[in-house]
């Protein structure tokens, strides 16, 4: 039986919530429905709620859910307000003394929300917990946590030492290359696909940064949360498959708003003169990828690396879109 939460129960029981589950959904609706469904069989010994926030998804998402899960809270947006900004509207009406921000491509594997909650109990002075993320054929997803950008990982990855040292923990620091996230660490960044923070800190850090649409709110939450004494970590106990990128079906598209992001970040988080250094190796990326796999591809005769030519001419080309980074917005109360 599902411990969620039910308006019925009365008004002191939400006082009791240890957790309010958060997704935000955007013409995900089959996955998002897995999702759902995942949370509700896997997830016994957390007294929690779920609200799901739709970013005006044409797929029939809000109807589904409202249908299928009516005991959730269901919030169907008339407009996309962004992945930061659902959330933080999301947040406002969570009732739950700590807050999980789970992607709708995921799927909750033995318990990982119980286990998570279980972690976070454990070590309640980290404040931030994330878990451990796996491909729906059990292989690892490494997208659950990152170290912070740096000048040194931003030169490997523009020179592309990134791609040919993945498991290299000096040449891929940014994603800790060689570790297989099967020990419990301290990490940089949780990802939002699975990210459970305590709520009196995401209040007090005003929640993410609508400035970020899509993509890099995480890292910036984060980052201002370690500033505030909080110890990002992570638990292989606690595992769930992560799809990925699923709201995003045309890849370069999802690309330029990752750049986008990462760019955002490094103006915001990068002192002069780092942040010019910084801009100006993330812009060569594009560039050297585009070069590499070309000339790589003409002399080999090789179709793959010519899609991969392709793909990076189209994102060095749309730079304009990227380089600037978001500006900086004024936002009502969503």
């Not at 002191?12 to 759902?36: E, F, K, P, W």
């Not at 990134?162 to 923990?169: A, L, Q, S, V």
Request: aromatic letters at 10%.
């Amino acid at each position: 039986m599902s411990n969620a939460y039910h308006d019925d129960e009365g008004p002191d029981s939400d006082r009791q919530l240890d957790l309010s589950i958060i997704v935000v959904s955007y013409n995900t609706r089959d996955m998002t429905l897995d999702c759902l469904a995942s949370i509700a069989a896997e997830t016994m010994g957390t007294r929690y709620e779920v609200i799901v926030v739709d970013n005006n998804s044409s797929d029939q998402s809000a109807a589904a859910i409202a249908r299928q899960f009516p005991d959730f809270r269901l919030i169907a947006l008339n407009d996309n307000i962004g992945f930061a900004r659902a959330n933080n509207l999301a947040a406002k009406q969570a009732r739950g003394r700590r807050l999980l921000l789970l992607n709708p491509d995921t799927i909750i594997l033995d318990g990982a929300i119980d286990r998570l909650s279980e972690f976070a109990d454990a070590n309640s002075s980290f404040h931030v917990w994330g878990g451990r993320t796996v491909f729906p054929d059990g292989s690892l997803n490494r997208t659950s946590c990152f170290r912070r950008i740096s000048l040194w990982n931003l030169l490997c990855f523009a020179l592309g030492l990134t791609y040919f040292g993945r498991r290299n923990p000096i040449f891929n620091s940014e994603a800790y290359g060689g570790w297989d996230r099967d020990t419990a660490r301290h990490v940089d960044i949780v990802t939002g696909c699975f990210l459970l923070i305590d709520r009196l800190l995401w209040e007090r850090l005003g929640g993410f940064d609508p400035t970020f649409f899509m993509y890099g709110e995480e890292a910036d939450l984060c980052h201002r949360a370690r500033s505030l004494g909080a110890r990002p970590a992570v638990t292989p106990e606690a595992t769930i498959v992560h799809y990925g990128g699923a709201s995003d079906v045309v890849p370069v598209d999802k690309r330029v708003k990752v750049f986008k992001g990462r760019i955002t970040l490094i103006n915001r988080h990068f002192g002069w003169p780092a942040r010019t250094i910084g801009q100006a190796l993330h812009r060569i990326v594009p560039l050297t990828r585009w070069c590499g796999y070309g000339t790589a591809a003409a002399l080999a005769r090789n179709a793959e690396w010519q899609e991969n030519a392709a793909y990076w001419e189209a994102v060095w080309k749309r730079r304009r879109e990227w380089v600037g980074g978001y500006e900086a917005q004024r936002v009502g109360p969503a």
